[in-house]
């Protein structure tokens, strides 16, 4: 299943809200979440709680080298940031964003701005679960601790970590309940071996 | 160019009017029409305790004639149906908000999650007892979470916010932004129960299991809208009323 892309549309302008925000929703071959935020000077909270993909601004409203900033301050260092060119703007500062938008792009060129910005996180999120990903669910789901995973299968406690984000992330399961769920219907661990873990719960 | 585009872009009085422009309600609209346009306004009637036969009254008259602030019930629908926040967050009222906030928790708990649990656990009729099992203790213990989090609202974040509300001045430990901060979104795990089940259920899709999934959908949407009032309507209130204690 294709994931759903999140947009988030900031800018003053209801015009330009509006417009671009029914665009991303009429494409539906896209699959869009689109979200609004008018007012700028709440955008960094509204932008923690939505969580976007991508986010589309108005370049006025943020400065040159605002991007990086923004990204650190949200905690979200892998935020898509586009331009929304509404006026002539140096080439100096769109460099700073991962796309641009101008006022007089076609729907078309702008469906195919966005999927090539979601290009390589699709590649990605579509990766199989390797051996050892595969390992680490099943003891996931027994109820083993980072520490014991790590030491069962010889690894630092960091690597498993990140093996557990990058799980996360490929499944979009974020619980070890949901992890449950996926290792027995897809056949990875059998009941009467996680037992104890499931009848006694957490 | 520079020109043009400064004027619109940096006056406040644009943007404040650019955000309130858009279909919101107001106190002269007819109840009536707020709940036919937006059906799922009704749950928003429930919880503030206002019943249903209004005939064409006015949202001003049928809030006076519930007791209920209109000035409040406006921020929660016009947040809900419009996505914006009041032009005066300071006239939102903390203690009507918790009565509706109050109301809602009582709606998830004691029927809405009750109700998906019966329905999901018949719809998982044709899948074997091992699959059925793994998902009910996903479901029961997410359910479990739910509480925790409202429980704790329930009895440390609402009595302070009607304690600071009252005349109490003495000094408080506790701080709304304290609530703010930890505040986790609890629809999320509710919504990725349904993914998991569309990506992987290997059983058929019966009716049951079409109509728990769609509820589940509905029920993570309006958490996730309970959540909302919560983070921009209670929580600027109380800030106000910090501040004011303070000066």
């Known amino acids: ?62 400065g040159a080298l605002a991007c990086q900033s923004l990204r650190a301050d949200i905690a979200m260092p892998s935020l898509k940031i586009v331009a929304m060119l509404s006026q002539m703007t140096d080439a100096a500062v769109i460099k700073n964003f991962d796309a641009s938008i101008s006022l007089y792009d076609s729907s078309d060129v702008i469906r195919d701005k966005i999927v090539r910005l979601m290009e390589e996180e699709v590649d990605e999120s579509r990766l199989e679960l390797s051996m050892r990903e595969k390992e680490i669910i099943c003891c996931v ?41 996926y290792a027995i219907v897809n056949k990875l661990i059998e009941l009467d071996e996680i037992k104890d873990s499931i009848y006694v719960g957490e | 160019m520079s020109n043009f585009t400064s004027e619109i872009d940096f006056n406040p009085q ?18 009536s029409s707020l709940i036919c346009e937006n059906p799922s306004m009704l749950l928003v009637l429930s919880r503030f305790a206002i019943t249903l036969g209004q005939g064409d009254k006015t949202i001003d008259e049928v809030c006076v004639a519930h007791g209920v602030d209109t000035y409040t019930f406006l921020s929660v629908v016009n947040l809900l149906v419009t996505d914006t926040l009041p032009d005066d967050q300071n006239k939102v009222l903390p203690l009507s908000l918790l009565k509706y906030l109050e109301k809602s928790h009582e709606y998830f708990i004691s029927y809405r999650l009750p109700d998906i649990r019966r329905k999901l656990s018949d719809a998982l009729c044709d899948t074997t007892a091992v699959i059925s099992k793994v998902i009910m203790d996903y479901f029961d213990e997410y359910v479990k979470g739910v509480k925790e989090h409202m429980g704790y609202e329930e009895t440390v974040v609402f009595p302070y916010v009607r304690k600071i509300c009252g005349d109490d001045t003495e000094l408080n430990k506790y701080h709304i932004d304290i609530f703010k901060d930890h505040h986790d979104n609890i629809d999320e795990l509710l919504s990725e129960l349904k993914d998991i089940i569309i990506k992987y259920y290997p059983a058929g899709i019966n009716f049951s299991m ?18 909302k009032v919560e983070d921009m309507l209670l929580v600027p209130a109380v800030k106000n009323i910090e501040l004011s204690h303070k000066r």
């Open chain 2, 14 to 31: 644009y943007i404040k009017e650019t955000m309130y422009s858009t279909g919101r309600y107001s106190y002269e609209d007819t109840m």
């Open chain 1, 141 to 181: 789901v027994k109820g083993m601790t980072n520490k014991q995973i790590a030491d069962t299968l010889c690894l630092s406690a960091h690597t498993v970590m990140t093996h557990r984000r990058n799980i996360a992330s490929k499944l979009s399961i974020h619980s070890t309940a949901g992890l449950t769920i």
């Open chain 1, 1 to 62: 299943m294709k994931r759903r892309i999140h947009i988030v549309v900031a800018s003053p302008s209801h015009v330009i809200r509006v417009g671009l925000s029914t665009i991303f929703k009429k494409m539906s071959s896209l699959g869009a979440d689109v979200a609004e935020i008018p007012d700028m000077t709440d955008m960094s909270r509204r932008l923690r709680s939505i969580k976007p993909d991508v986010l589309v601004v108005d370049v006025s409203q943020l």
């Open chain 2, 210 to 227: 079409s109509d728990a999934l769609f509820d589940i959908y509905s029920c993570s949407e309006d958490l996730a809208l309970h959540a």
